[in-house]
C-alpha cells in the first residue's frame, strides 16, 4: 500500500514560487501514475496535475498551466510539482496520490491512498 508524504508547502506573497514533493512510503510509485489535487476552505477537492509512470505524459488544469510543472524521479520514488507565478487563488492544501482506477484523470475517484497534505497559502 503506498502512502505518499506530501512537503514544501509554505506561505509566499503573490509572483513567488514553491516546489511540492510527493514521496512514496512502503511502496514505490513504479509503474503507478500520480496525480496532484487541492483543496481551499470550504472547497471541494479540485484536480491540478498528472504525470504518467514514465513522465512522458502530463496533463494539467486550464487554472495552472504555464505557472505549475509536474514531473518525477522514480529512483528517488517522488513526484514534484514546481509552482511558479503564484497567485492567492491557489491557496489551498495540496495532496498527491497514485491513479488506481480506470477513470478520467481529473477526477480524484481516480486516485486511493491519498497523503496528508501540505498547505501552500499565497498572499496578495
Known amino acids: 500500500q503506498v502512502q505518499p508524504v506530501e512537503s514544501g508547502g509554505g506561505m509566499v506573497q503573490a509572483g513567488g514560487s514553491l516546489r511540492l514533493s510527493c514521496a512514496a512510503s512502503?511502496?514505490?510509485?513504479?509503474?503507478?501514475?500520480v496525480g496532484w489535487f487541492r483543496q481551499g476552505p470550504g472547497k471541494e477537492r479540485e484536480f491540478v496535475a498528472y504525470?504518467?509512470?514514465?513522465?512522458?505524459?502530463?496533463y494539467y488544469a486550464e487554472s495552472v498551466k504555464g505557472r505549475f510543472t509536474i514531473s518525477r524521479d522514480n529512483a528517488k520514488n517522488t513526484v514534484y510539482l514546481q509552482m511558479n507565478s503564484l497567485k492567492p487563488e491557489d491557496t489551498a492544501v495540496y495532496l498527491c496520490?497514485?491513479?488506481?482506477?480506470?477513470?478520467?484523470?481529473?477526477?480524484?475517484?481516480?486516485?486511493?491512498?491519498w497523503g496528508q497534505g501540505t498547505q501552500v497559502t499565497v498572499s496578495s
Open positions: 504525470i504518467n509512470w514514465s513522465g512522458g505524459d502530463t
Open positions: 512502503g511502496r514505490t510509485f513504479d509503474n503507478a501514475s
Open positions: 496520490a497514485p491513479k488506481v482506477r480506470p477513470a478520467p484523470v481529473v477526477t480524484s475517484a481516480a486516485y486511493d491512498f
